[in-house]
C-alpha cells in the first residue's frame, strides 16, 4: 500500500542541541555575575530532571502545572543543587533559559536533514511530527526551518500522552486520515519509537549516526531497520 503519511521524532533524530545544558547554564549564570562551572551544572541538572520528572511526568500537565512552569523549576532546582540560592537571581536567569531556549543558535540541523525532507515533499509524502517535547516545538523548528515540511506538530505536551503510549500516535494517524499500514516513523529511540510505532501497525525504521547507539538497538530491531543515515530513506522510499 501507497506510504501515505511519514511521522518524525525530533531531538536526536532531525537536530540536537548545540552544547551541553551544563554550557548554556554557565553561560546565562555569567550574565547574572555568578560563576558556575558548567560540569557541575550538567551533573545537577541530571539529578533536577530525574526527579522532576518522576514526581510530576510529562510536564506535570495532570497536576496543573504548564511546561514553563515545570521547565523553570528545573533550573532553579539544578542552581540550587550548585549553591545557588538567591531567588531574585534565579527567577530572571531560569526565565531567559526558558525562552532562549527556542533560538536557532542553540540547535543544530544534521546534514542530512534538509535534503531529505525536500526529497519527502517532492514524492508527495505527507509529513508530521511526534515528539515528547513542549509547545516550544513550533517554534523551534520554524526558527531551525523544518516547520514548513510537516502538516502538523504533535507534541507530548499537546496530547497530554507521551511516547511510547500508543495514543499519541493514533492521535497522529486520526488527524491525517490514515491507516496504520499507509504510515511510517522514524525515531533514535528504541522503545518510545521503533516499537511503539511497530504496536500500532505502523512501518518504523531506527536512526542510529553513533556507534554507540548500535548495540542496544541491534538485540530489538532488524538490521533491515536501521538506519545509519536518513540518505538510506531516500533509498527506500524511491
Known amino acids: 500500500m501507497r506510504l501515505r503519511l ?12 548545540r552544547h551541553t545544558v551544563g554550557e548554556q547554564y554557565s ?17 545537577s ?13 510529562n510536564y506535570g ?3 496543573g502545572l504548564s511546561s514553563q512552569q515545570w ?6 532546582k539544578t542552581f540550587r543543587l550548585c549553591g545557588v540560592s538567591d531567588e531574585r537571581v534565579l527567577s530572571p536567569l531560569a526565565e531567559n533559559l526558558y ?3 527556542c533560538s536557532a543558535k542553540n540547535w543544530e540541523v544534521f546534514s542530512d536533514v534538509k ?28 526558527n531551525c526551518d523544518l516547520r514548513q515540511h510537516f ?22 494517524l486520526g488527524l491525517a486520515k490514515v491507516e496504520p499500514e499507509q504510515a511510517m516513523h522514524i525515531g533514535d529511540h528504541v522503545l518510545k519509537d521503533y516499537l511503539a510505532a511497530k504496536a500500532v501497525g505502523m512501518e518504523s525504521y531506527l536512526i542510529c549516526r553513533e556507534k554507540e547507539q548500535l548495540t542496544e538497538a541491534e538485540e530489538l530491531v532488524p538490521k533491515a531497520h536501521i538506519l545509519h543515515s536518513l540518505q538510506q530513506l531516500n533509498s527506500l522510499l524511491k
Open 115 to 142: 535534503d531529505t525532507l525536500i526529497h519527502c515533499d517532492k514524492l508527495g509524502i505527507h509529513m508530521a511530527v511526534i515528539s515528547n517535547f513542549d509547545s516550544r516545538l513550533e517554534q523551534i523548528l520554524a
Open 99 to 101: 525562552r532562549e531556549f
Open 45 to 57: 541538572f541530571l539529578a533536577a530532571f530525574r526527579t522532576q520528572d518522576k514526581l510530576l511526568p
Open 6 to 17: 511519514l511521522t518524525w521524532d525530533v531531538k536526536d533524530t532531525l537536530l540536537r542541541v
Open 61 to 63: 500537565l495532570s497536576q
Open 151 to 172: 502538516q502538523f506538530v504533535l507534541t507530548s505536551e499537546d496530547v497530554g500522552i507521551s511516547k511510547p503510549d500508543h495514543r499519541i500516535f493514533i492521535k497522529a
Open 27 to 43: 553561560l546565562e549564570a555569567k550574565l547574572h555575575g555568578i560563576q558556575v562551572e558548567a560540569e557541575a551544572l550538567d551533573k
Open 71 to 76: 521547565w523553570v523549576e528545573i533550573v532553579k
